[in-house]
C-alpha cells in the first residue's frame, strides 16, 4: 500500500514576503519568550529554512563545479520526487511507496557526498544555516492566532486582568 501523496511544494512554502516582513521582527522580552518564538518560527516556516540552508550549500559548492551539479541534480530529484508530485510514483504499473523513495534518495546523497568529499562544506553549511535560524526565529515575532491555540478563544480574558466583567 502506497503512502498518499505529499502537498504540492507552493503549500509547503510560506511566502517570502511573510518570511522577510521586517515589521514582524523585534528583541524578545525574555528567555522563555525567546524559546516560545523560535518553536513558533521552526513550526511555521520549517521549510524556508530548509531553502536557505540548501542555498547557503550550493553557494559553497560555487568553486567546485562537478559536486555543484551533482547535488543540484541531487536536490531536483528530492524536490520533484517528494514535493511536487500529486499522485504516487509508479514504475512499470507498480506503485512505489514514499518511504522507499526517501530512503533511495538519502543513500543516494550519503554516496554523493562521500564520493566528491564535500562532508566539511556541507558542516559549515548547516551550521551557517542554523545560525540564521536561530537569529530569523528568535528575532520574528510570531503571529498568533486564536484558531491555531487549543484553548481557542479562552486566551481572550488573558488580555485585562479583570477579564470580561465590568467594574462595580
Known amino acids: 500500500m502506497s503512502s498518499p501523496a505529499p502537498p504540492p511544494i507552493s503549500t509547503v512554502l510560506r511566502p517570502w514576503p511573510l ?16 524559546t516560545y518564538r523560535l518553536t513558533q518560527n521552526l513550526r511555521f516556516f520549517l521549510p524556508n529554512y530548509a ?12 568553486t567546485r563545479p562537478l559536486p555543484l551539479i551533482f547535488f543540484l541534480c541531487i536536490s531536483a530529484a528530492w524536490v520533484y ?3 511536487w508530485r500529486d499522485e ?29 568529499k564535500t562532508w566539511s562544506k556541507l558542516f559549515v553549511s ?7 535560524v536561530l537569529f530569523h526565529g528568535v ?3 510570531p503571529e498568533d492566532s486564536l484558531e491555531d491555540s487549543p484553548y481557542g ?9 479583570r477579564g470580561e466583567y465590568a467594574s462595580v
Open 51 to 62: 531553502v536557505i540552508t540548501l542555498l547557503i550549500f550550493v553557494v559553497t559548492l560555487v
Open 139 to 141: 528575532l520574528r515575532a
Open 19 to 34: 518570511f522577510l516582513d521586517l515589521s514582524a521582527l523585534s528583541l524578545p522580552i525574555s528567555l522563555s519568550e525567546s
Open 126 to 132: 548547516v551550521i551557517v544555516g542554523a545560525a540564521i
Open 81 to 83: 520526487l517528494i514535493l
Open 88 to 116: 504516487p510514483l509508479s514504475v512499470f504499473d507498480f506503485e512505489i511507496d514514499q518511504k522507499i523513495i526517501v530512503g533511495f534518495l538519502a543513500v543516494l546523497t550519503l554516496v554523493a557526498l562521500f564520493w566528491t
Open 153 to 161: 478563544s479562552l486566551l481572550n480574558v488573558v488580555d485585562s486582568p
